[in-house]
């Protein structure tokens, strides 16, 4: 253990060095504001005065667009209605939010939209009553691979008026398809202590409808769900009004902080341009590369932090949200503690889907590796920086399976207590 004036010093050192490649990139956007202006032509608000806005990061000025159109609006819809069938209705809540979901879907997506949700989930499910996890593996690349396909993507976007709306379906069943494919492989492997009735379509509905994920995350697994559903404590509504209170507080810092960002520093554009990036310092260099991967941060503690709050006020336990980057000190730590949720979904898959191919070779070399490496690899042309993400840890899940070295460390726990391990002890600082 390091002594307390060395841990001061180097914490300094850390900020110093953060503040002053943040201001080689404040200096930069400055002087280049007005270049930059004319060729992404960035947007001017008054949240800042008169700062303008680098609009170039398409995920986030996408969500941001959407949030305030309808998907707040939505989300509070949610709450009241968890809120009053909690009160009301408590064994019947999980069929109440179902069809919320589906009203919810509808509103922003449509008839064609809810539709193909409910057709990729009805076909993941009877192919999972099959009972074979290579199966239900391949339908799931199967249907993951349909929103790539040029005939499917024309057809949707002729039913749409415009892109966003076209984007919104494309990550919407992107998200799902890891939703019903937790679904159809814990069908496949029963791990569940209860009736088979958890294994039923209506509770499969039940789970891929949930509104607060159903856009964007972050992952939860069906035996989480299921349970945590099933066996709520009430709570006061007095109780449930200051954890909403202390949440939207969060967001709320979250958001400006990261729209304060995007205002003092055009990172994004600055990336876009060749000629810039060439005459760059060190330091600038430096500091744009640290600004992206902090913004990356604190953009999915917006994004991700909205449903873990409505996850909480509905008494569920969602994956602890990212841990700062500048904490780690590899890449195997940020895509291991970034997306929690969905780091756990790669362990489950890959032990208990090991386990249960029991002592068969060529099942137990074909489905746990490359199989969901394979469905994970194809979320980066479809989502963007996320689906790089997804990407990151799918590569790691193949390199694993060719090196036979063990890319989950057994220290970490069994796929059960992930969830546990990584709520103890991943949170991010600002909680």
């Given at each position: 253990m390091?002594?307390?004036w060395?841990?001061s010093?180097?914490?300094?050192?850390?900020?110093?060095?953060?503040?002053?490649s943040?201001?080689?990139?404040?200096?930069?956007?400055?002087?280049?504001?007005?270049?930059?202006?004319?060729?992404y032509?960035l947007?001017?608000?008054?949240?800042?005065?008169?700062l303008k806005?680098?609009?170039?990061d398409?995920?986030?000025?996408?969500?941001?667009?959407?949030?305030?159109?309808?998907?707040?609006?939505?989300?509070?819809?949610h709450?009241?209605?968890?809120?009053m069938?909690?009160?009301?209705?408590?064994?019947?809540?999980?069929?109440?939010?179902?069809?919320y979901g589906?009203w919810?879907c509808w509103?922003?997506?449509?008839a064609?939209?809810?539709?193909?949700?409910?057709?990729?989930t009805t076909?993941?499910?009877?192919?999972?009553?099959?009972?074979?996890?290579?199966?239900?593996w391949?339908?799931?690349?199967l249907?993951?691979?349909?929103?790539?396909?040029?005939?499917?993507?024309?057809i949707?976007?002729?039913?749409?008026?415009t892109e966003?709306?076209?984007?919104l379906?494309?990550f919407?069943?992107?998200v799902?398809?890891?939703?019903?494919?937790?679904f159809?492989?814990?069908?496949?492997?029963k791990?569940l202590?209860?009736?088979?009735?958890?294994y039923?379509?209506?509770?499969?509905?039940?789970?891929?409808?949930?509104?607060?994920?159903?856009?964007?995350?972050?992952?939860?697994?069906?035996?989480?769900?299921?349970?945590?559903?099933?066996?709520?404590?009430?709570?006061?509504l007095?109780t449930?009004?200051r954890?909403l209170?202390r949440?939207?507080?969060?967001?709320?810092?979250?958001?400006?902080?990261?729209?304060l960002?995007?205002h003092?520093?055009?990172?994004?554009?600055?990336?876009?341009?060749t000629a810039l990036?060439?005459?760059?310092s060190?330091?600038?260099?430096?500091?744009?590369?640290?600004?992206?991967?902090?913004?990356?941060?604190?953009?999915?503690l917006?994004l991700?932090?909205?449903?873990?709050l409505l996850?909480?006020?509905?008494?569920?336990?969602?994956?602890?949200?990212p841990?700062?980057?500048?904490?780690m000190?590899?890449?195997?730590?940020?895509?291991r503690?970034f997306?929690v949720?969905?780091?756990n979904?790669?362990?489950?898959?890959?032990?208990?889907?090991?386990?249960s191919?029991?002592?068969?070779v060529?099942?137990?070399e074909?489905?746990?590796?490359?199989?969901?490496?394979?469905?994970?690899?194809?979320?980066?042309?479809?989502v963007?920086?996320l689906?790089?993400?997804?990407?990151?840890k799918?590569?790691?899940?193949?390199?694993?399976?060719?090196?036979?070295?063990?890319?989950?460390?057994?220290?970490l726990?069994?796929?059960?207590?992930?969830s546990?391990?990584?709520?103890?002890k991943?949170?991010p600082?600002?909680?």
């Amino acid at each position: 253990m390091l002594a307390q004036w060395e841990l001061s010093f180097y914490l300094l050192a850390s900020l110093g060095f953060h503040f002053y490649s943040f201001y080689e990139v404040y200096q930069v956007s400055r002087a280049h504001e007005e270049e930059l202006d004319q060729e992404y032509e960035l947007e001017t608000d008054t949240l800042f005065g008169r700062l303008k806005k680098d609009p170039t990061d398409f995920e986030w000025s996408f969500w941001m667009g959407w949030g305030k159109r309808r998907l707040a609006w939505l989300f509070l819809g949610h709450l009241a209605v968890s809120q009053m069938a909690m009160l009301l209705a408590g064994k019947h809540r999980p069929w109440i939010l179902m069809v919320y979901g589906m009203w919810a879907c509808w509103c922003v997506l449509g008839a064609p939209g809810v539709s193909t949700v409910f057709l990729h989930t009805t076909i993941s499910f009877c192919v999972a009553q099959l009972q074979s996890p290579l199966l239900s593996w391949l339908c799931s690349l199967l249907l993951l691979s349909t929103l790539r396909l040029q005939g499917v993507e024309d057809i949707k976007r002729r039913w749409y008026q415009t892109e966003e709306e076209y984007y919104l379906l494309q990550f919407t069943l992107t998200v799902r398809c890891l939703y019903y494919s937790s679904f159809s492989l814990e069908a496949c492997w029963k791990r569940l202590p209860t009736e088979s009735a958890s294994y039923s379509f209506a509770w499969m509905l039940a789970y891929v409808f949930y509104y607060p994920v159903f856009h964007n995350g972050p992952i939860l697994s069906f035996p989480d769900f299921f349970t945590q559903m099933r066996q709520q404590e009430p709570c006061s509504l007095w109780t449930n009004l200051r954890a909403l209170a202390r949440g939207l507080g969060r967001l709320l810092c979250w958001w400006w902080l990261a729209e304060l960002m995007v205002h003092l520093m055009y990172m994004h554009a600055l990336y876009s341009s060749t000629a810039l990036l060439e005459a760059a310092s060190y330091w600038t260099l430096g500091g744009l590369a640290l600004a992206h991967v902090l913004f990356f941060y604190v953009k999915y503690l917006v994004l991700f932090g909205v449903p873990a709050l409505l996850m909480r006020l509905d008494g569920l336990k969602p994956p602890p949200l990212p841990r700062c980057v500048s904490t780690m000190f590899s890449f195997t730590g940020m895509w291991r503690y970034f997306d929690v949720g969905l780091h756990n979904f790669l362990i489950r898959c890959h032990r208990v889907g090991a386990d249960s191919c029991g002592p068969c070779v060529l099942q137990k070399e074909t489905l746990p590796g490359p199989a969901p490496a394979s469905q994970l690899c194809m979320f980066e042309p479809i989502v963007g920086d996320l689906g790089q993400s997804i990407s990151l840890k799918a590569s790691s899940v193949w390199l694993s399976y060719f090196t036979k070295q063990e890319v989950f460390p057994q220290e970490l726990g069994t796929p059960d207590t992930m969830s546990q391990v990584g709520e103890t002890k991943f949170h991010p600082p600002f909680f």
